[in-house]
């Protein structure tokens, strides 16, 4: 006889605001020109977020294009419905497929590529959307200014390949220090599209600018922009920051709460130890749940009952202990990881790394919780 178990919730949760989203996606709308359009990046699930969820708020927003990283997100996509444009920014030859049956938009960032997708398409004579990306100056994927004849010689006559935008990568646009080279990014971009587009005989879509580029260099904003960290309310200028609004709240709760004599230690290495008599609680979450390491021993904070409370110790897989000694507070008490009260910028430079990374690094057993303002004040 086989006796089902109770499901079990992990008590840590990612809430993640849509009314926010929607709100942040009209505020860099305002910022744009009139006919400006606006490609939203939903790669890495959305930044940890979740993929299906943010699309169709964005859809539901009118948003212009979708990109994401590799066809499989693509698909994920197209499966659940999603119809808008979506641009696949690292396809892979052995995905064509994939792009081809769900109607996905590859980007063309090197020979081998253009060459093995006019093939593809060729023998299948079916006609694909692609996209072209420059090589400017951040010596990642793309096209160098050298490959532009032999590009030009593979795209002449083919009747399956549809060109629809054309485009580079900035690579400091956030460095004022760097704005001479931002400047001549842009000045080879428009020098090699404009060369392209003139063989071609085509007008294509450009876009070079991201979320911080957007409000940058306003003068470069092109036919459309990309908008990534941005929709989030994080990662961008402390200028705008106030009109922004945040989407995600980390939070965990406390699973028990002990009291230390001097000189005892916690946690693995015996790295934590109490100098005088502590009170320390454990929280239910760990670097599996996307809680870096780097924020042991006194180097990270959280929020509790408004207070910062340091982190003691190592963190664990499961687990991590804080410093209470100061604050008032039971087992079961809500504690905020990032979010509203403790941002994910700050959280993100005491790790020593960016809120992309500690975004896109929360755990999948992190339930997803999506919620409208009303809703979103229950876990508040």
């Known amino acids: 006889m086989h006796t089902s178990l109770p499901p079990q919730t992990h008590s840590t949760t990612l809430t993640i605001n849509l009314h926010a989203i929607r709100h942040n996606v009209a505020y860099f709308r305002s910022q744009l020109a009139p006919n400006t359009k606006l490609m939203v990046m939903v790669k890495a699930f959305?930044?940890?977020?979740?993929?299906?969820?943010?699309?169709?708020?964005?859809?539901?927003?009118?948003?212009?294009?979708?990109?994401?990283?590799?066809?499989?997100?693509?698909?994920?996509?197209?499966?659940?419905?999603?119809?808008?444009?979506?641009?696949?920014?690292?396809?892979?030859?052995?995905?064509?497929?994939?792009?081809?049956?769900?109607?996905?938009?590859?980007?063309?960032?090197?020979?081998?590529?253009?060459?093995?997708?006019?093939?593809?398409?060729?023998?299948?004579?079916?006609?694909?959307?692609?996209?072209?990306?420059?090589?400017?100056?951040?010596?990642?994927?793309?096209?160098?200014?050298?490959?532009?004849?032999?590009?030009?010689?593979?795209?002449?006559?083919?009747?399956?390949?549809?060109?629809?935008?054309?485009?580079?990568?900035?690579?400091?646009?956030?460095?004022?220090?760097?704005?001479?080279?931002?400047?001549?990014?842009?000045?080879?971009?428009?020098?090699?599209?404009?060369?392209?587009?003139?063989?071609?005989?085509v007008s294509l879509t450009q876009h070079i600018l991201n979320t911080t580029g957007i409000f940058r260099f306003p003068q470069y904003q092109f036919d459309m922009v990309r908008l990534g960290i941005g929709l989030h309310g994080v990662g961008v200028d402390p200028a705008i920051q106030p009109s922004l609004q945040v989407v995600s709240t980390l939070r965990t709760v406390i699973a028990q709460i002990k009291v230390l004599p001097d000189g005892a230690t916690v946690g693995y290495r015996r790295k934590g130890v109490a100098r005088s008599s502590m009170k320390i609680a454990t929280l239910a979450i760990g670097y599996a749940d996307g809680f870096s390491r780097a924020l042991g021993n006194g180097r990270g904070k959280v929020w509790l009952h408004g207070q910062l409370a340091p982190v003691v110790g190592d963190v664990c897989m499961d687990m991590t202990m804080i410093d209470i000694t100061d604050i008032h507070a039971q087992e079961g008490d809500e504690v905020i990881i990032f979010g509203r009260e403790l941002s994910i910028g700050y959280v993100a430079q005491l790790a020593g790394t960016i809120a992309y990374e500690f975004l896109t690094n929360v755990g999948e057993r992190v339930r997803r919780i999506y919620c409208t303002p009303c809703e979103c004040s229950v876990h508040a």
């Open 46 to 201: 959305a930044y940890g977020s979740s993929l299906l969820e943010v699309a169709r708020v964005l859809e539901d927003c009118g948003v212009d294009y979708l990109a994401v990283a590799y066809a499989d997100e693509g698909a994920i996509l197209r499966e659940a419905g999603v119809a808008l444009p979506i641009m696949v920014t690292n396809p892979m030859p052995n995905t064509l497929a994939t792009l081809l049956k769900y109607q996905l938009e590859p980007v063309l960032y090197s020979l081998n590529l253009a060459r093995a997708l006019i093939d593809f398409v060729n023998k299948q004579h079916v006609s694909i959307s692609a996209h072209i990306k420059l090589e400017t100056g951040m010596h990642r994927l793309g096209l160098e200014a050298s490959d532009i004849e032999t590009l030009l010689q593979i795209l002449a006559d083919q009747p399956y390949i549809r060109l629809q935008s054309i485009y580079s990568h900035l690579a400091a646009v956030e460095l004022p220090q760097q704005d001479v080279y931002t400047q001549h990014q842009v000045a080879l971009f428009q020098q090699i599209a404009n060369r392209i587009q003139d063989h071609l005989q």
